[in-house]
């Protein structure tokens, strides 16, 4: 292996490193971001403005409260090295009364003398201190004697200590004479303006927010075969483009609904006319056999065309209304019983879903009529949480095979162990129900039943 191999080879492998470490940085913010696009907004429009914000003010402030104190700080210092001149310039009186009332009155200062003994060992400085820093370096170029200092001891004084020749000169300062802090004002700055920019932000957003909110809940109704008679275009530019090129949409599926069912009713009359001739005709003729077996063909033939003519026309129309599932599969059972089948039903949950009651009806009657073609043995199903209401119609009959159940749902297909013909014989018995499923916005779906034979699930949103 050459040299260029190997170095190749550890890029690529440093290189699939760094691609799955970008993977998991992705995942995991991906993880903790919000999903839904009104918190997404939000991040985007306050997180900038609130970071920039904080980050100007801080420099601004900063340096403002560095230069404040520093001023501070070397006037104290100054008072201090005025005192010690003082001291050490002219006489004073025994226990040095003079000394301490001017240090009282006019500069604001504590001042008392201890022995020399009373020095204390410099400790740690903390480490965030900016008084101490910048008292530190004022003593240490104003004064150049040996000092210590208390920051922290007290909460409102500072305590300073200089050596003298002969004593120790303590010093007790306000800390406001020397320090300058402002937390709880920039805190409160930051806190109001950070609330005004959410505030604005929140009733902003939540204005450009709501229209989208508003057509996702009218395709969604359109999906589920409910009407949305009061929605109209709302919002910015490109929510109402969305907006109105969904009720083009909605208009021309609509326009095509009406057509089909417009063509095929005329289809039906038709056929239903010369149908009628035949009936008539026949009935001229007279009875023999052949007239038998011609009227039972004329019979087949209208049963056909209405099958083709309800699968064509799909729901008619039907509105969504509040319906009582419970009571919609009780009467589907009672069918069943009446056809000679052994048929249960049960139901779990609220039983009211908006859905349109004689299409729904008729998809679980196709369903149910399917199985008692081939079972003796029917169970019906039923239950209703937040999102979904879910029916199951099980059966002991032979099944469908697995490589068969999605076949069996086109139309007019007719196989001889599919199970999927209805009266008629015209194979749109499962077409039809789950053509009305999905005019609901829900689907059916096909599996093996607990009770040895077929299991159709019956799924719809809520």
């Known amino acids: ?17 760094l691609s799955d470490a970008n993977d998991c940085f992705s995942r995991t913010i991906n993880s903790v971001m919000p999903k839904g696009l009104y918190a ?42 005025a005192l010690i001149d003082v001291y050490q310039t002219y006489p004073q009186d025994r226990d040095r009364a003079q000394i301490r009332r001017i240090a009282q009155e006019r500069l604001g200062l504590v001042v008392d003398f201890l022995p020399v003994s009373e020095m204390p060992v410099p400790g740690p400085r903390p480490f965030f201190s900016l008084l101490d820093q ?22 409102s004084l500072v305590e300073i200590r200089v050596r003298l020749d002969d004593a120790v000169l303590r010093v007790f300062a306000e800390r406001s004479a020397a320090y300058a802090s402002n937390s709880e004002i920039f805190l409160f700055w930051m806190l109001g303006t950070s609330l005004v920019l959410i505030t604005v932000a929140v009733l902003f957003l939540r204005n450009q927010i709501r229209p989208i909110l508003r057509l ?13 008679p009061n929605y109209r275009p709302r919002g910015a530019r490109e929510v109402r ?46 009875d023999s056999p052949e007239i038998e077996a011609m009227k039972k063909d004329v019979d087949e033939m209208a049963r056909m065309l209405e099958a083709y003519l309800a699968f064509a026309r799909g729901d008619g129309g039907e509105q969504a209304a509040p319906t009582d599932i419970a009571a919609l599969i009780d009467e589907v059972r009672g069918a ?63 099944g469908i095979p697995p490589a068969m159940r999605e076949e069996v749902f086109k139309p007019f297909l007719r196989l001889d162990d599919a199970r999927n013909q209805d009266e008629g014989g015209t194979g749109l018995g499962l077409a039809i129900a789950r053509d009305i499923a999905r005019s609901h916005g829900g689907d059916i779906m096909l599996g093996d039943s607990p009770m040895g034979g077929l299991r159709a699930i019956v799924r719809i949103p809520v």
Do not use: Y
Request: with cysteine; charged share 25%; net charge positive.
């Open 134 to 155: 910048t008292l530190s370096v004022q003593l240490r170029q104003r004064i150049g004697r040996p000092f210590w200092i208390d920051t922290v001891g007290r909460s």
């Open 336 to 398: 069943a019983e009446r056809d000679g089948r052994n048929a249960t039903a049960t139901f779990t949950g609220s039983p009211v879903v908006t859905v349109k009651p004689a299409a729904f009806k008729r998809c679980l009657g196709n369903l149910v009529s399917n199985a008692a073609r081939f079972a003796r043995t029917i169970a019906l199903t039923g239950q209703r949480d937040h999102r979904w209401l879910i029916i199951t119609v099980d059966d002991d009959g032979p």
């Open 216 to 228: 996702a809940d009218a395709a969604e109704n359109f999906g589920k075969g409910r009407d949305e």
């Open 40 to 81: 997404r907004a939000l991040l985007i429009i306050i997180v900038p403005m609130v970071v920039l914000q904080s980050v100007i003010a801080f420099v601004f402030l900063e340096r403002h409260w560095n230069t404040v104190t520093r001023r501070l700080s070397a006037a104290v210092v100054q008072d201090i090295s």
């Open 241 to 286: 483009r969305a907006a109105q090129a969904f009720i083009e949409m909605k208009t021309r599926i609509e326009r095509s609904f009406d057509q089909r069912t417009a063509m095929l009713a005329g289809v039906s009359h038709d056929l239903r006319t010369i149908l009628t001739r035949f009936k008539l005709e026949m009935a001229l003729i007279g």
């Open 1 to 17: 292996m050459t040299a260029l191999e190997t170095a190749s080879r550890a890029i690529r492998s440093v290189s699939q490193r």
